[in-house]
């Protein structure tokens, strides 16, 4: 059936074989077995057609699948890339000051003048630390950024010009590290953070603080409750990250 079809196919398209066993001429006789043997030819030929066919659509097959496994890949490869791009280094502090009166040239140099490439972490950043191995304290307490540090927070101390600004810090207490909101002031109660109030006392004493916000009755005495400071007006450290 398949011969006749292309038979009938290509005598009525008007196309002349010339790669078939056996051509005829207009008034010469044809034998069947001439033409069974074209049809022949010409079905193997429609074979190896139908195999290259076959073969292509295993290859666009496989092309799809390769496609498909090369576009994990590259998530994978984003996904290890965002990871990388936000790890967070810690590389240490700022020599102390009032960075509240310091001045933007001065504040914004801090850090990558002691560190190059470095700059004030943010409070974001410090608690995604996640290798805390390289991790260090000096004093009981020190400044970051607010919040990720950007837009209004990539500065502190309102770009390092009013000892009344916003910024951000954490305090040690036992080997622990805790944070304190974004803001102007802090307070600090005794019964939570005994050796960060007990610094903050004694570093005022010793005349390393100009001044204090207030204390709980407005007074130095050891049954004090808790102290409230600008930590923008009081020379502290900034930590630095890469």
């Given amino acids: 059936m398949k011969s006749i079809f292309i038979a009938i196919f290509f005598l009525n398209s008007g196309i002349a074989f010339a790669d078939v066993p056996n051509t005829f001429e207009a008034g ?40 498909g496994q090369v576009e994990t890949l590259q998530l994978l490869v984003n996904s290890v890339a965002e990871t990388a791009s936000t790890d967070v280094e810690f590389m240490g502090y700022t020599a102390p000051m009032v960075f509240g009166a310091v ?48 837009g209004i927070y990539k500065n502190l101390c ?8 916003d910024v951000s810090g954490f305090y040690l207490e036992n080997s622990k590290l805790f944070s304190v909101s974004n803001g102007p002031v802090f307070q600090l109660y005794k019964d939570d953070a005994p050796q960060t109030t007990a610094w903050f006392l004694s570093s005022f004493v010793a005349g390393l603080f100009p001044s204090l916000a207030d204390y709980d009755e407005n007074k130095i005495a050891e049954d004090i409750v808790s102290i409230r400071f600008y930590a923008c007006n009081l020379e502290l450290t900034a930590a630095c990250c890469k």
Avoid at 109 to 115: D, F, R, T
Avoid at 118 to 141: L, P, Q, T
Avoid at 158 to 165: E, K, Q
């Fill in 28 to 67: 010469s006789a044809i034998k069947a077995s001439e033409m069974n043997e074209n049809f022949t030819s010409i079905d193997s030929k429609v074979d190896a057609l139908d195999s290259r066919t076959q073969n292509v659509s295993e290859l666009e097959t496989k092309v799809a699948n390769l496609e």
């Fill in 103 to 150: 001045g933007l040239q001065e504040g914004r140099s801090a850090c990558p003048n002691l560190y190059p490439d470095s700059k004030v972490c943010s409070e974001d950043a410090i608690k995604s630390i996640n290798d805390w191995s390289n991790f260090f304290y000096e004093d009981s307490f020190f400044l970051t950024l607010g919040s990720d540090g950007s």
């Fill in 158 to 165: 309102s770009d390092y010009s009013s000892r009344g600004g």
